[in-house]
């Protein structure tokens, strides 16, 4: 379906330099069934080893390079309460919220997803999608506690790559107002494009 229309992004191959203390355990796989998209919330450029120590299975950059980091059965503490049953995703950038705040916009800086990025995501999700059999994809604040990461992955990465995901992949996000643990529901300013 998505054959003919994307290329295949560079992928730039790190499990062998990244932290292995991040995998706590290995899990099985008939255990995963979801993708969760992140934002890193900084950049520091399209240098792939400058994100060897992000907690992560993959890292899109900003020029679309995908960059692999944790093997795919590698129990990682990445995303709270889908740890056991995802595959995380980071997207390089310092995102906008869905009124258009920024978190230390001076420290952080102020980015928007490329074109790059957008396609590399979606090319990825599908790919696990049809490597892994995933059914869901979902935002990390689905399943943060507290809701400590109430912008992750923000509305331009959820509408771009989650939303697209639902429509094209015919992967699923649970729900209106689906949560796991004390998660908070994706805002319904997150299903369309971005206007502030
Ligand atoms: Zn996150």
């Given at each position: 379906m998505f054959g003919a229309m994307f290329i295949?992004?560079?992928?730039?191959?790190?499990?062998a330099i990244s932290p292995k203390a991040y995998?706590?355990?290995?899990?099985?796989?008939?255990?995963i069934d979801a993708v969760v998209l992140h934002q890193t919330g900084f950049s520091r450029g399209n240098t792939p080893t400058s994100y060897k120590d992000t907690k992560a299975?993959?890292?899109?950059?900003?020029?679309?390079?995908?960059?692999?980091?944790h093997p795919n059965m590698a129990y990682l503490a990445a995303s709270s309460a889908f740890n056991e049953d995802s595959v995380s995703i980071e997207f390089v950038g310092n995102f906008p919220?869905?009124?258009?705040?920024?978190?230390q916009p001076g420290k952080m800086g102020k980015h928007r997803p490329t074109s790059d990025q957008v396609a590399s995501g979606r090319w990825l999700v599908a790919r696990l999608q049809k490597e892994l059999g995933l059914s869901f994809v979902f935002a990390h604040r689905q399943?943060?506690?507290a809701n400590a990461r109430g912008n992750c992955p923000g509305p331009d990465i959820w509408y771009q790559i989650g939303e697209w995901a639902k429509?094209?992949?015919?992967?699923?996000?649970?729900?209106?107002?689906?949560?796991?643990?004390?998660?908070?529901?994706?805002?319904k300013k997150w299903r369309g494009p971005l206007r502030f």
């Open positions: 295949e992004p560079e992928i730039v191959d790190l499990t995998r706590l355990r290995s899990r099985s796989s008939a255990r299975h993959y890292v899109v950059m900003p020029n679309g390079t995908v960059v692999h980091l919220s869905d009124s258009g705040g920024y978190w399943g943060e506690t429509t094209h992949l015919r992967m699923d996000d649970g729900g209106e107002g689906y949560v796991e643990g004390n998660g908070a529901a994706i805002p």
